[in-house]
């Protein structure tokens, strides 16, 4: 500012003609250039995110007029900056690529897989995720046949010689289920389809998460499938910006994860 104030008094002194318009324009460049950073600090900036065209209730849903939790968590942190959220509804392997190629700046729901750790930024404390700003957490669990010995310790997976179902593209649920020693199944791309190849005996076991499996569970294969009592994993997820939006603008990112911990009790 003190720089734009001294181009005025030397374009003042100097008068009319030539050396007067090349100060004017000089002190029109400094406003130009102090505009350009203002996005950093979030006024006016646009957040083009991506979600799921899975519903992921009550977490991320489709429909732009019943958005989700996790949405609306977003969209309220974004308020508080003076920003505004773009939202793009693709299916979840192609949101990672949009956010890979620059054609969103984050995605809404990503967990903290080792995947993803490498392919996105996320809010970190020391050298772990900072769950105190996720934007929340959900339960996967493990749904078998009533007729089925096939089970979950905690730690391993008993009597499983065939894959166990997960949807397509679910790191979380894919990195959860190789740990337990088993061998993912992506075939599936809905909680529906697994549950049916789950009844059809082409898996063992069916991982989902805990409300929309038991929803599930609850209406078509009430008589025929059963929920396990130990959790598969309890995980967090996160609003995950691509590595160059979180290059770019570190402040502005590190202060909207900031925000989304203010806002999320209130949801």
Not at 143 to 162: C, H, P, T
Not at 201 to 221: Q, S
Request: glycine share 8%; with cysteine; charged share 25%.
């Amino acid at each position: 500012m003190e720089t734009i104030m001294q181009a005025g008094r030397q374009a003042r002194a100097l008068g009319d003609g030539v050396h007067r318009e090349f100060f004017l324009c000089l002190m029109l460049m400094f406003w130009l250039l102090a505009g350009v950073h203002a996005p950093a600090h979030g006024i006016g900036m646009t957040v083009r995110v991506c979600v799921d065209e899975r519903p992921w209730m009550p977490f991320t849903s489709p429909d732009p007029d019943l958005p989700g939790t996790f949405q609306r968590i977003v969209s309220a942190a974004a308020q508080g900056l003076g920003a505004h959220v773009e939202t793009t509804i693709a299916p979840w392997s192609q949101c990672k690529e949009y956010l890979k190629q620059g054609e969103v700046d984050a995605l809404i729901g990503a967990s903290d897989s080792v995947r993803n750790q490498g392919t996105m930024a996320l809010p970190m404390k020391g050298a772990k995720t900072d769950s105190s700003r996720a934007l929340g957490s959900a339960r996967i669990v493990l749904a078998r046949r009533f007729d089925s010995r096939a089970d979950w310790n905690g730690r391993n997976f008993v009597n499983v010689s065939l894959p166990v179902a997960v949807a397509s593209g679910t790191d979380a649920m894919i990195e959860a289920v190789k740990r337990g020693r088993a061998v993912p199944d992506e075939a599936g791309r809905t909680d529906e389809q697994n549950l049916a190849r789950l009844a059809s005996r082409r898996v063992d076991l069916m991982a989902g998460y805990e409300n929309d499996v038991a929803v599930l569970v609850a209406g078509k294969y009430h008589r025929t499938v059963e929920v396990l009592p130990v959790p598969l994993s309890d995980n967090y997820y996160y609003l995950g910006f691509s590595r160059q939006f979180y290059d770019d603008y570190r402040d502005f990112a590190e202060r909207f994860w900031n925000k989304l911990r203010e806002v999320r009790s209130v949801y």
